[in-house]
Each structure stands twice: as C-alpha cells, then as structure tokens.
C-alpha cells in the first residue's frame, strides 16, 4: 500500500535561514506527490504537487521540492524561511484506482522559526 | 475566492452523545471529502462523495459514523454515540471531479475541532 514517511517531527529553523523538509513515499509506480501546509486552527493549503515531468518543481510562497526517484523522496525546501512559515508541513501520496485516487498523508513536520 | 465552509468550528460534547458537523463545498464542485485528523497525525480519509453517492467509506467507522449528501451540495457528518478516540479535527475537502490530475485540486476547510469528555 501506498505510504509516506516524514522523519522529522519538528524542525527550528532559523529566520532567514534555508529550509528542508524530508518526504520518503512507498509506491510501485511513478507516483503523484504534494506538499500541504496548515497553519494552527486552519485546514490545509496546498503548496505543490508533481505528476510528472520535470522533478523540480516550484509552488506558493517560494517553495520548492524536488521527486528522486532513486532515493524515493520528494523533499520540500525553501531558500530563506519568513517568521510567517511556521507552520505544520504534510507530505501525501495519491493512492488507489484511477479516476478515484486519494490523498495518502504522513505524519507531517511542524516547523518552528526563531527569531 | 470561493473557500469551503464548515461548522461549527469547535464542538466539545460528553461521551455516548450525538454529534454533527456542516461542510458546504465549493459552489460547482463534484466530489466532496470528509477526513479525521487526529492530534499529531496527517489526515485520514473518511469518505468520498461524487455528488450525492458515496464512493469510498472504507474508513468510515460505520457503527456510530454516518454522512450524507443528499442533494449532491452541502454534506453532514454524524456520530452517535460519541466516544472518547474521536476527539480530532474533522475536516471537510473538495474538488471540481474525483481523482488526482495536475488540473484537480482538493481545498480544505478550516475544519471542526471535537472534543469529547
């Protein structure tokens, strides 16, 4: 079955400092990836997504994540984090049949950002 | 811009009682989701509506949850009885038609946050 593995739980980062977040999924086939963030008392927004193509691929608020096929990871990263960034960051695969695939989230990494 | 709505926002009940949420999709969208999240997980899907027939309740916990869509627009979720394990965020999604393509995006609502004692 289709799953996601964020490692990290939390991350301080610091402002003005670039940013990683870790995503490793498990699927058969080339899969559809997302990044989602959801600030505290919000729902999810959704930051990028891949399907195919190019493996770099840029979102909303100056993120970027790249899909390596050979490492099964789909990392998202942003250059200079905002204190505005911190926030909870979801991972999800899309998974099941097509024409009815769904949303498959990690555990999610919440962000801190100090001053 | 066009958000989904739900309500309430919180909702705070005692164990064995009843409970409903509200999600009003996005005006024209199809297909309509209900997730649970509980405090320190992602999202989990439960269920899946094409305008008014479920699709995917396979995680729906059918003896104490129900939903409905009657008229393929705005959607309930019921529990009854109310047990401890569901105090999570319920969170209410939709898109244009079903499935996962680079044209098809699920927006979320702000959800609604259950506690139950």
């Known amino acids: 079955a289709q799953s996601v593995t964020q490692p990290d739980i939390h991350i301080t980062v610091s402002e003005g400092a670039s940013l990683e977040l870790r995503c490793n999924y498990s699927y058969g086939a080339t899969p559809y990836l997302f990044w989602y963030v959801q600030s505290p008392g919000q729902g999810l927004q959704l930051l990028l997504k891949y399907f195919s193509g190019d493996t770099l691929v840029q979102g909303i608020k100056g993120f970027e994540a790249e899909f390596k096929r050979s490492q099964s990871s789909f990392n998202l990263r942003k250059p200079s984090v905002h204190w505005s960034d911190a926030a909870e960051y979801f991972c999800a695969v899309g998974a099941g049949n097509t024409g009815f695939q769904k949303l498959v989230f990690g555990t999610g990494t919440r962000l801190l950002v100090s001053p | 811009e066009a958000e989904v709505a739900q309500s309430p926002r919180y909702k705070i009940t005692e164990k064995s009682q009843a409970v409903a949420f509200w999600c009003d999709p996005i005006?024209?969208?199809?297909?309509l989701y209900w997730y649970r999240q509980i405090l320190g997980q992602g999202p989990e899907l439960l269920v899946q509506f094409q305008d008014e027939s479920v699709v995917d309740d396979s995680q729906l916990p059918k003896d104490r949850f129900s939903a409905e869509r009657l008229k393929g627009v705005d959607s309930t979720l019921k529990i009854q009885p109310a047990e401890l394990g569901d105090s999570a965020m319920y969170l209410c999604?939709?898109?244009?038609?079903?499935?996962?393509?680079?044209?098809?995006?699920?927006?979320f609502g702000p959800g609604t946050r259950l506690t139950v004692l």
């Open positions: 999604a939709s898109s244009l038609v079903p499935g996962l393509s680079s044209y098809n995006e699920q927006f």
């Open positions: 005006s024209g969208h199809a297909t």
